[in-house]
């Protein structure tokens, strides 16, 4: 489906008219083409020189349209974003109006003004003006129905937190009718019931000064300023009387004759009755989930445009060879729509898991199928007769932790919504590392529970690619290792799990993690550690063995080092000198990592094999699938290439989703491997005869050549 028809199916139907009119302005970039298509004659050249040279003299002609909004506050200091090409100048200021103007319009909240360099010799560029001209009356018109629909919420925020101070009160006086009207106290904590925390306020209450509360005040007010509606900081708040139960009636709404009747006749004031208390409980539940329905809608509301004038601007730039996006996204990204967070929240991620379950069953999938075609992969990785694992007992464990997962997820929503436990915001935040934590004591118990030698044996395997290349390098630990470079996403959410727990905030849902120093050169470190591991157990096997294949396996490993190095340099930098180079890194890499995963390590593209471009022995006797599967390894290679390829959205997929998409791939590409890889390995041991271990014996006799 078109993004166009996509567009128009996701919108709130009763907001149709406050969206970007994207069909409107995709007939203008049309015309755009066909006037393009038109001048293009044999002197099209010599115009093009001329144009060139027009555009490095800078005779420019400005016209400059108003109506983008933006986030920007100083009206002395414009801010300029111009691109690399200068095709934009987007200069972006906010002017005063009046009440009166914003209350009359709409539209005039804001002032800004982007400016379309051209030379005086562009024939299309009147096109180009009217384009730009109602891009910036829809960017305007989208952006003030959104502020405008934020400062309603706003409004409705504080007035549902009036209500939850009457309710608490309520619910106070109900459940202990012997404290009194006057002097109670009502403590909501971030919009939640904290029983606990209304106690204690109304036994410190007493004890504090007037001084004190002043103090509170002030500083709830710097509190609310900073906050975003969800993390508000609520130290030194002065807690609201319970004398708020002497102004509040219940609402009678009419439906029913004795509703109306009641609602006509003259209302006391709150009989404090458990039938008034779950009446209010009710309403105020259905208050909430609107509220949070609105929330939804707004969010949706401002993904939608921003990906409506992403892909505007994209088709602007591909219609006229231009490079004018980056600088109008960037005005975009810091306007109100892009930047207000009011209705943003970002939980915590169980990615993690996914990608370590997902693995569990690839590998239990290959599992099952060495065994279906005979191929002794507990010979080939060593373990101890008897207690090797099954492809049942790996769903088994890999379904547990699924479960458990999944457990963790629902615990953390279902004490979000129940209003005994929705106060423990700190609790929820650790369900994630509470789980990770079970993993860890399960991983490392040494009790002889859930297959301990199958858990050591990991245990060993890790440790000896972690002091990589101290240990005699062989097939369990590099095999590992090349688990490791398919989960470097795994590894990412696990260093933001340290930084989260460790340097952020969790208790309020905020860290700084993204934006620090240490924390951007941890990933770099991360995502090359897998690939620095197989290097180091490369060069140790070249030195013992002597194989120069161990040497082009090194480079290969080198050459994706330097790859991952640019495409992460690439997506904390934009730039096109970054581009080129994480373009040209990246196709080596690819292509070397293609060429060795399907003629070394899976022996195949034999041409003058007995099977034609395969190889003399194989396993399954199905021969198409040999080529499925080298055709799928070369599809899922490039998948990681995303990035480069600037494939870094698609329509309503939000970039994360994207990112654990790529990523889940790569784990997949790697199960294929997998299965291929032991393939390969077997048939070796085939052809050499190997079916016993080779056991290295204590003694060494020097005379002759006699040695055991």
């Given amino acids: 489906m078109k993004f166009g028809k996509e567009f128009s199916s996701q919108m709130v139907h009763e907001w149709e008219d406050a969206y970007m009119d994207y069909n409107t302005l995709k007939k203008i970039l049309k015309n755009i083409f066909l006037l ?27 016209r400059a349209f108003s109506g983008l909004t933006t986030s920007y506050n100083s009206t002395d200091s414009p801010k300029t974003l111009v691109d690399e090409e200068e095709v934009v ?66 409004v409705e ?24 009207r006057f002097g109670g106290t009502v403590h909501p ?47 030194g708040f002065k807690p609201a009387s319970l004398d708020v139960l ?54 949706r509301y401002s993904f939608l445009n921003q990906l409506a004038f992403s892909k505007i601007m994209k088709k602007y730039d591909k219609t006229t060879s231009r490079n004018a996006s980056k600088a109008y996204m960037e005005m975009v990204d810091k306007s109100d729509l892009g930047s207000n967070d009011v209705v943003s929240y970002q939980p915590l991620s169980p990615n993690m898991y996914g990608f370590i379950v997902l693995h569990m069953l690839v590998y239990a999938g290959d599992m099952y199928f060495w065994k279906r075609y005979r191929i002794n992969y507990p010979f080939i990785f060593g373990v101890k007769q008897g207690t090797e694992l099954n492809y049942r007992e790996v769903l088994l464990f890999g379904s547990s932790l699924a479960m458990i997962t999944l457990a963790g997820v629902v615990s953390n929503l279902e004490m979000e919504m129940d209003p005994d436990t929705e106060s423990f915001e700190a609790l929820t935040e650790l369900v994630p590392l509470a789980i990770l934590t079970v993993l ?24 000896h690619c972690i002091a990589a290349p101290f240990y005699k ?9 090349d688990q490791l470079t398919s989960q470097v996403q795994a590894l990412r959410n696990l260093e933001f799990y340290v930084c989260y727990y460790g340097w952020g905030d969790f208790k309020k849902r905020s860290n700084s993690c993204r934006e620090s120093d240490v924390f951007k050169t941890f990933t770099y470190i991360v995502a090359i550690v897998p690939y620095w591991i197989r290097l180091l157990q490369s060069i140790r096997r070249l030195f013992e063995e002597k194989d120069i294949m161990h040497l082009f396996n090194g480079l290969k490993y080198l050459s994706t080092i330097m790859a991952v190095a640019m495409k992460t340099t690439f997506e904390l930098n934009k730039g096109t000198t970054l581009l080129i180079l994480t373009a040209t890194t990246s196709g080596i890499a690819t292509i070397g990592n293609t060429y060795w995963d399907i003629v070394i390590d899976w022996g195949l593209l034999r041409k003058d094999s007995k099977n034609p471009w395969l190889r003399d022995k194989l396993a399954v006797p199905q021969k198409s699938v040999y080529f499925v ?46 299965f291929f890889r032991l393939e390969n390995e077997h048939l070796n041991n085939v052809g050499k005869y190997r079916a016993f271990k080779s056991i290295p014996l204590p003694f060494h006799y020097n005379d002759g050549d006699k040695s055991i």
């Fill in 36 to 62: 393009n298509q038109k001048r293009k004659d044999p002197s099209s050249h010599l115009v093009a020189e001329t144009n060139r040279a027009g555009l490095k003299r800078r005779i420019s002609l400005y």
């Fill in 189 to 235: 904590i971030n919009g939640r019931l904290g029983m606990d925390a209304i106690s204690e306020v109304e036994m410190s209450e007493g004890n504090s000064n007037n001084a004190a509360k002043e103090g509170s005040e002030e500083e709830m007010s710097e509190n609310s300023k900073r906050g975003n509606g969800r993390n508000v900081e609520v130290d």
């Fill in 440 to 463: 860890l004591l399960i991983i490392f118990c040494p009790l002889n529970i859930v297959y301990r030698s199958s858990r050591f044996f990991l245990i060993t395997c890790a440790f």
């Fill in 473 to 481: 390098v062989i097939l369990p630990d590099f095999f590992l290792a």
């Fill in 246 to 299: 002497n102004h509040v009636k219940i609402n009678v709404d009419p439906q029913t004759p004795i509703s109306t009747i009641k609602a006509i006749l003259p209302r006391s004031g709150l009989s404090f009755s458990e039938v008034e208390l779950k009446q209010a409980e009710q309403r105020m539940t259905l208050a909430f989930v609107e509220f949070h329905r609105k929330l939804r809608l707004l969010k």
């Fill in 89 to 154: 100048l987007v200069t972006s200021l906010r002017e005063k109006v009046s009440e009166a103007e914003e209350e009359e319009e709409v539209g005039r909240y804001h002032r800004s003004a982007t400016t379309f360099v051209t030379s005086n010799n562009d024939d299309g560029s009147d096109s180009e003006f009217m384009f730009f001209k109602e891009l910036d009356g829809e960017f305007d018109k989208v952006v003030n129905f959104y502020k405008k629909k934020v400062d309603e919420v706003l």
């Fill in 629 to 674: 599967a080298m055709g799928l390894n070369v599809v899922l290679r490039l998948a990681w290439m995303q990035t480069v390829l600037g494939i870094t959205e698609l329509p309503f997929l939000h970039n994360k989703a994207l990112v654990a998409i790529v990523a889940s791939l790569e784990i997949i590409r790697r199960g294929i491997w997998n």
């Fill in 157 to 180: 925020a504080e007035g549902l937190s009036k209500q939850m101070d009457a309710l608490i009160a309520l619910r106070l006086k109900v459940e202990d009718p012997s404290i009194p």
